[in-house]
């Protein structure tokens, strides 16, 4: 089964879940979202995955979406294309499967789709 991971090398949650993933004898594809930054057609598409809203997968605190009124009655469409501008504004990580997808927050989520 193809595994993907959107991870962010820096963030602790996401290299929880790919040490996770690999505990359990897999080999995620990892997609490094914050520099290949997703365009507005992907997100979307993931989002209809994890069955989320640009709302709902947005970074809580985070000082770009502050900078950008995000936090604010910022519509959906805007979030989205603040999203598919300023990746950091993504929570992570983000797993895929042909199951589905989830935001690993706990990474024991990622046990649903797999």
Known sequence: ??????HHTSCGS???ALQY???KGQKPEIYLYMKEK???AELQAVLEKLGM???ELLRPDE???EELGLYNGASEET???AMSEHPVLIQRPIVITE?????ARPKSKIDSIL
Do not use: D, N, R
């Open 14 to 16: 996401s290299k929880g």
């Open 1 to 6: 089964m193809k595994i993907t991971i959107w």
């Open 79 to 81: 979030i989205l294309q």
């Open 53 to 55: 809203k640009p709302s």
């Open 21 to 23: 993933l690999e505990s």
């Open 99 to 103: 199951k589905g997808a989830v935001l």
């Open 63 to 65: 000082k770009k979406g």
């Open 38 to 40: 997703p365009g507005k």
